[in-house]
Nanobody
Framework: QVQLVESGGGLVRPGASLGLSCVAS???????MGWYRQAPGKQREVVAV???????NYAASVRGRFTASRDKDKKTLSLHMNSLKSEDTAVYFC???????????WGQGTQVTVSS
């Protein structure tokens, strides 16, 4: 099992910056970790995924504005978001792929609202 706890969401104005954090609690080997988001009435979509080898893949809509980082030893994942737009408003979820099978695990989500 993997428990993921996100923090750092909130209400900000367009153009502002915000950081999210995710802490994983598990004895399993974590392969990939990523951030996903889900806006009201929309499907969950990928934001950024940090692969086991350190490669980071970003969604086109956030590339250049968002920066994901991972600390394997501390089992943490961060997302620094710059130049936020109203369309970035969503619940942001931390995701981990872990174990020998492997399986996907999700955090409870943290709300990010960008509004003037």
């Amino acid at each position: 099992q993997v428990q993921l706890v996100e923090s750092g969401g909130g209400l900000v104005r367009p153009g502002a910056s915000l950081g999210l954090s995710c802490v994983a609690s598990t004895s399993l080997d974590i392969h990939n970790m990523g951030w996903y988001r889900q806006a009201p009435g929309k499907q969950r979509e990928v934001v950024a995924v940090v692969l086991h080898d350190g490669t980071i893949n970003y969604a086109a809509s956030v590339r250049g504005r968002f920066t994901a980082s991972r600390d394997k030893d501390k089992k943490t994942l961060s997302l620094h978001m710059n130049s936020l737009k109203s369309e970035d408003t969503a619940v942001y979820f931390c995701n981990a792929m872990a174990g020998n099978t492997p399986l996907f695990y999700w955090g409870q989500g943290t709300q990010v609202t960008v509004s003037s």
